[in-house]
């Protein structure tokens, strides 16, 4: 079931893995400003599988005085495995950014997410003197809050990340989210792999059911290699075989 309006849009392209279906998600105005708002509402059926990504990187662009709102509510029922893989969100000067990731699982949903964010485009030259984000994931596991969090910087953006407690100079991050009815064996996957890439990667899990990865880097590329390095690897477990990261992930 469709439905689509204003400037978002979603199309299905044809892929070598017909296990694994895809949606693109795309915004025909080519970035966001203030006051727009973006929602999505995404659910996969009784052992359905999807992945859902973006057809490029979401642009924040200045506003003079709204935050721009960005949200989605995710529905992952019994027996279902969702992918949730946009493609990084780049916040430009002025930019205000305010997003939320709302997650439903049913028993036995499979959940693979990340969203990846960069701090102005640094090869351009790019600084964020005056900036605000907000972004947040609350993750529901079979109608019960099993994690919310919620992380905000507001003000000179360069100066705020570069202090050690926050980003540690870092200027993109990103949270990737697994969720399984048994996440036993990922966490030591993801940490093996997470030494085999250049950015700075933690891992953590809770109650066996949740694993949570956060990567920060000073370096935008880098960052998106790190993504789909530790992405593809846990494609691959979870799949049993290699699955082809979507064509506009392409590196």
């Given at each position: 079931?469709?439905?689509?309006?204003?400037?978002?849009?979603?199309?299905f392209?044809?892929?070598?893995?017909?296990?694994?279906?895809?949606?693109?998600?795309?915004?025909?105005?080519?970035?966001?400003?203030?006051?727009?708002?973006?929602?999505?509402?995404?659910?996969?059926?009784?052992?359905?599988?999807?992945?859902?990504?973006?057809?490029?990187?979401?642009?924040?662009?200045?506003?003079?005085?709204?935050?721009?709102?960005?949200?989605?509510?995710?529905?992952?029922?019994?027996?279902?495995?969702?992918?949730?893989?946009?493609?990084?969100?780049i916040?430009f000067?002025?930019?205000?950014?305010?997003?939320?990731?709302?997650?439903?699982?049913?028993?036995?949903?499979?959940?693979?997410?990340?969203?990846?964010?960069i701090?102005?485009?640094r090869?351009h030259?790019?600084?964020?003197?005056?900036?605000?984000?907000?972004?947040?994931?609350?993750?529901?596991k079979?109608?019960?809050?099993?994690?919310f969090?919620?992380?905000?910087?507001k003000?000179?953006?360069d100066?705020?990340a570069?202090?050690s407690?926050?980003?540690?100079?870092?200027?993109?991050?990103a949270?990737?989210?697994?969720?399984?009815?048994?996440?036993?064996?990922?966490?030591?996957?993801a940490?093996a792999?997470?030494?085999?890439?250049s950015?700075?990667?933690?891992?953590?899990?809770?109650?066996?059911?949740?694993?949570i990865?956060?990567c920060?880097?000073?370096?935008?590329?880098?960052?998106?290699?790190?993504?789909?390095?530790?992405?593809?690897?846990?494609r691959?477990?979870?799949?049993?075989?290699?699955?082809p990261?979507?064509?506009?992930?392409?590196?």
């Amino acid at each position: 079931h469709l439905f689509q309006s204003g400037c978002g849009r979603v199309r299905f392209p044809t892929v070598d893995h017909k296990h694994i279906p895809e949606a693109v998600l795309i915004n025909t105005a080519g970035g966001l400003t203030g006051g727009d708002v973006m929602h999505y509402k995404i659910t996969a059926g009784l052992g359905a599988d999807l992945t859902v990504t973006g057809q490029a990187a979401e642009k924040i662009y200045k506003s003079i005085g709204p935050d721009v709102a960005i949200e989605a509510d995710i529905f992952v029922e019994s027996g279902a495995y969702l992918e949730w893989m946009p493609q990084e969100t780049i916040l430009f000067e002025k930019g205000r950014l305010r997003r939320l990731n709302n997650v439903h699982l049913a028993q036995g949903a499979k959940l693979l997410a990340l969203e990846a964010t960069i701090l102005g485009r640094r090869a351009h030259g790019e600084t964020l003197q005056d900036a605000s984000i907000t972004d947040g994931w609350k993750i529901w596991k079979e109608g019960k809050l099993i994690w919310f969090d919620q992380f905000r910087l507001k003000g000179n953006l360069d100066e705020l990340a570069g202090r050690s407690v926050l980003l540690d100079g870092a200027t993109a991050f990103a949270t990737l989210v697994l969720a399984l009815p048994d996440i036993s064996g990922y966490v030591e996957i993801a940490r093996a792999t997470a030494e085999e890439c250049s950015s700075r990667i933690g891992v953590t899990s809770f109650d066996g059911e949740l694993m949570i990865v956060r990567c920060l880097d000073k370096d935008a590329y880098s960052l998106r290699k790190s993504l789909v390095k530790l992405v593809n690897r846990l494609r691959h477990e979870l799949a049993g075989s290699d699955v082809p990261m979507p064509a506009v992930w392409e590196v």
